[in-house]
């Protein structure tokens, strides 16, 4: 069975954590955040990780090269023989380009977009709440929340800057921008499959193996 490589997309908020974590453990293989790989190869304190740690601390943007050496490692991983779900990864054109020579035969096998409103994800960040420590998100209605402290592991539960207002309108016109190209460089490879992800989250997951399905992938 070849390797099930499916990319990921879908605006900040709209269930990619969610359906990544679902998927991943219904066949078996990663979900590979960018963001993941980047903390991984920092605590690893690698080659790479040491490189990747000087430029986080200096403040500066990971480049494309360095992120793509850090894919091609973590598809080189034996969790990784199965396949992946690239979550935040490929971003750009270039990058999506440098994942094609790099997977070879073992390509991305679908792109899944999960299309859901502005308003809908403005909703959703605009009430998201997470542990500082751990993770772990909640609702601004949940206890932990309210209180201020995590069930999981007792830390600080918080509203992320970046889940503002004013920071969410910047997030999702960048997105929207940057994507946009990415969406229509799979939509010409015929890998582009768009799914409602305004539906709850059981619904958007049977979308999601139903289309995997359909396309003999698993």
Do not use: W
């Amino acid at each position: 069975m070849p390797r099930l490589n499916l990319v990921v997309l879908g605006k900040q908020g709209a269930g990619k954590g969610t359906q990544c974590k679902r998927l991943a453990e219904a066949y078996a293989i990663p979900h590979v955040s960018t963001g993941d790989m980047l903390r991984a190869a920092v605590k690893a304190d690698s080659p790479l990780g040491r490189e990747v740690a000087a430029i986080m601390d200096a403040g500066a943007l990971v480049s494309d090269d360095l992120v793509i050496r850090l894919v091609d490692q973590r598809f080189g991983e034996p969790d990784a023989s199965r396949g992946a779900l690239l979550d935040g990864f490929p971003r750009t054109i270039l990058q999506a380009e440098a994942l094609e020579t790099l997977l070879g035969e073992d390509g991305i096998k679908l792109c899944i977009n999960l299309d859901v409103p502005v308003s809908l994800v403005t909703e959703r960040l605009s009430s998201r709440r997470v542990c500082q420590e751990c993770g772990n998100i909640y609702k601004d209605t949940d206890i932990e929340a309210i209180s201020g402290t995590c069930s999981n592991c007792g830390g600080d539960v918080i509203q992320r800057k970046d889940d503002q207002p004013e920071a969410i309108a910047k997030r999702l016109e960048a997105y929207e921008r940057d994507t946009e190209p990415l969406l229509a460089f799979y939509q010409e490879r015929g890998l582009l499959v768009v799914v409602d992800g305004a539906q709850s989250p059981d619904e958007v997951t049977a979308a999601l193996v139903a289309v995997i399905s359909e396309r003999g992938l698993a």
